[in-house]
């Protein structure tokens, strides 16, 4: 019986990646204080998000014990936050005696959305439709290299065919470069149930794209930390998507040295959720009004389609911010709706799949 495929992020992590939470936070701890002390001209993005009120708390307790140089923390505004998390960081600057210095991009998301497109069920899926679309690939490429005896030969001559476009083939064919079936991977478009079949069926009314949030935020971030020689960040691999792929510049994941001379350093990135939750009693950390209050689980650019649970999250917002919530579907309702009608689609196929294939019947199947 065939292993299940395990990426670099699994087999490569650290020791103490399968600590339990109390001895995972000491070593999180020393390699803090270790890597503070090698670089102390050091910035840390601040989102006002849970991850990074535990980031925050660890730095200020690693900097008191071991009387530290100041760490400089940045929030990335991209015009579209809530009133609970922007309150958040200016209780967060008293709490802890810090300045977190707000920056906002040159371009917001509203603007960015409309120029490049809008992000559709993950960054990977949004950036595998991206290339879909402007490269004009047709969906049938999946097809051919289906239907073809020799996926190798049928892998090649698609690139030669699509010059320029091998990670869309990728993302189409579900394969890798060397033309292998790779189906159970994150980067392939099928790691969405029926993604292909859906859009194959219902073709995409509008730009896709995960540029507005490297326009909004990766790219003012990337400014303001080039005046630093370590960037921390709260990323961590039980959060999916890119953050649970390998990176060229990594394998640990923690600690790096990116190729500009500079050094990244993700301290929470094998923090698990319930680390996190025993964390944060064991702590006494109170999180934002978007969690304590509206009850959101996860925060970050309000609303933003590329979460599972965007309109259910806007709803529990509603009463508190009916504003934000409006903009919030002002500039993403075409991807929200478009959601819903795939999984209304994904939910009859799974439906269909259980059904004895003599009592199938499609009438108003495809309505």
């Given at each position: 019986?065939?292993?299940p495929?395990?990426?670099?992020v699994?087999?490569?992590?650290?020791?103490?990646a399968?600590?339990?939470?109390?001895a995972?936070?000491?070593?999180?701890?020393?390699?803090?204080?270790?890597?503070?002390?090698?670089?102390?001209?050091?910035?840390?993005?601040?989102?006002g998000?849970?991850?990074?009120?535990?980031?925050?708390h660890?730095?200020?307790?690693?900097?008191?014990?071991?009387?530290?140089?100041?760490?400089?923390?940045?929030?990335?505004?991209t015009?579209?936050?809530m009133?609970?998390?922007?309150?958040?960081?200016?209780?967060?600057?008293?709490?802890?005696?810090?300045?977190?210095?707000?920056?906002?991009?040159?371009k917001?998301?509203?603007?960015?959305?409309?120029?490049?497109?809008?992000?559709f069920?993950?960054?990977?899926?949004?950036?595998?439709?991206?290339?879909?679309q402007?490269k004009?690939?047709?969906?049938?490429?999946?097809?051919?290299?289906?239907?073809?005896?020799?996926?190798?030969?049928?892998?090649?001559?698609?690139?030669?065919?699509?010059?320029?476009?091998?990670?869309?083939?990728?993302?189409?064919?579900?394969?890798?470069?060397?033309?292998?079936?790779?189906?159970?991977?994150?980067?392939?478009?099928?790691?969405?149930?029926?993604?292909?079949?859906?859009?194959?069926?219902?073709?995409?009314?509008?730009?896709?794209?995960?540029?507005?949030?490297?326009?909004?935020?990766?790219?003012?971030?990337?400014?303001?930390?080039?005046?630093?020689?370590?960037?921390?960040?709260?990323?961590?691999?039980?959060?999916?998507?890119?953050?649970?792929?390998?990176?060229?510049?990594?394998?640990?994941?923690?600690?790096t040295?990116?190729a500009?001379?500079?050094?990244?350093?993700?301290?929470?990135?094998?923090?698990?959720?319930?680390?996190?939750?025993w964390y944060?009693?064991?702590y006494?950390?109170?999180y934002?009004?978007?969690?304590?209050v509206?009850g959101?689980?996860?925060?970050?650019?309000?609303?933003?389609s590329?979460?599972?649970?965007?309109?259910?999250?806007?709803?529990?917002?509603?009463?508190?911010?009916?504003?934000?919530?409006?903009?919030a579907?002002?500039?993403?309702?075409?991807s929200?709706?478009?959601?819903?009608?795939?999984?209304?689609?994904?939910?009859?196929?799974?439906?269909?799949?259980k059904?004895?294939?003599d009592q199938?019947?499609?009438?108003?199947?495809?309505?």
């Open positions: 019986m065939n292993e495929f395990r990426s670099r699994y087999t490569e992590r650290p020791p103490y399968d600590f339990d939470a109390p995972k936070f000491e070593a999180i701890k020393s390699i803090i204080a270790k890597r503070l002390i090698e670089h102390p001209n050091a910035i840390c993005s601040y989102s998000g849970s991850d990074s009120d535990i980031l925050l660890l730095i200020e307790q690693v900097r008191g014990t071991f009387d530290l140089p100041p760490v400089h923390y940045a929030f990335f505004n015009g579209l936050e009133k609970a998390i922007k309150q958040h960081v200016k209780d967060m600057e008293k709490h802890y005696g810090v300045t977190i210095t707000e920056y906002r991009p040159k917001n998301i509203v603007l960015a959305t409309r120029e490049y497109g809008l992000p069920v993950s960054k990977i899926m949004s950036a595998g439709l991206e290339g879909v402007k004009n690939i047709p969906l049938t490429i999946a097809d051919e290299y289906a239907e073809a005896e020799d996926k190798i030969a049928k892998r090649a001559e698609l690139k030669e065919r699509y010059p320029g476009c091998e990670s869309t083939i990728n993302f189409l064919c579900c394969c890798n470069s060397k033309g292998e079936p790779r189906p159970d991977i994150q980067l392939v478009i099928n790691s969405s149930d029926y993604m292909l079949d859906f859009i194959k069926e219902n073709p995409i009314p509008f730009k896709v794209s995960n540029r507005c949030c490297e326009v909004c935020k990766k790219a003012t971030a990337h400014n303001v930390q080039k005046n630093y020689e370590m960037v921390i960040t709260g990323e961590r691999r039980d959060e999916g998507g890119m953050r649970s792929v390998p990176r060229k510049d990594s394998t640990s994941m923690c600690f040295e990116t500009d001379g500079k050094f990244r350093l993700r301290p929470l990135y094998y923090v698990s959720d319930s680390d996190k939750a944060k009693e064991y006494g950390i109170r934002s009004d978007a969690y304590e509206y959101l689980t996860r925060t970050g650019c309000c609303g933003c590329i979460s599972s649970k965007a309109i259910e999250d806007l709803e529990k917002i509603r009463p508190y911010e009916p504003n934000l919530v409006k903009a579907w002002n500039v993403f309702g075409e929200y709706r478009y959601r819903q009608k795939y999984n209304e689609y994904k939910a009859k196929r799974q439906a269909l799949n059904i004895d294939p199938i019947t499609f009438e108003g199947f495809f309505e």
